[in-house]
């Protein structure tokens, strides 16, 4: 089974920063949408940063101009980098590739996932 993997979880203060990473399989990462979501005990996943095959980046209302994709192609391998960290982005962060197009707000429609990588954020 393709597995994505992620890292970079941790626990900080609210105000704190960090940097989630995720490794796909180069031929899962090219041309695929690659997107971020996390769900919080009790609640449903949701989809937090998206980046689709081509150029488009979707983020969710709750983290724009908090939370910033970027990649390095190179090593297929895409990154979530979180500032301004609040206690309501406490969650396990998974990252999810599906091809050829994707449905940001239907994670069950996404093929391919990784482990996640827990987020603590304390106030």
């Known amino acids: 089974q393709v597995q994505l993997m992620e890292s970079g979880g941790g626990s900080v203060q609210a105000g704190g920063s960090l940097r989630l990473s995720c490794t796909a399989p180069?031929?899962?990462?090219?041309?695929?949408?690659m997107g971020w979501f996390r769900q919080a005990p009790g609640k449903e996943r949701e989809g937090v940063a998206v980046?689709?095959?081509?150029?488009?980046?979707w983020y969710a209302d709750s983290v724009k101009g908090r939370f910033t994709i970027s990649e390095a192609n190179a090593e297929n391998t895409m990154y979530l980098q979180m500032a301004s960290l609040q206690p309501e982005d406490t969650g396990m962060y998974l990252c999810?590739?599906?091809?050829?197009?994707?449905?940001?707000?239907?994670?069950?429609?996404?093929?391919?996932w990784g482990q996640g990588t827990q987020v603590t954020v304390s106030s």
């Open positions: 999810a590739a599906e091809t050829p197009t994707c449905r940001v707000g239907e994670p069950a429609t996404w093929g391919y």
């Open positions: 980046r689709t095959g081509g150029v488009i980046v």
């Open positions: 180069q031929y899962i990462y090219k041309g695929a949408c």
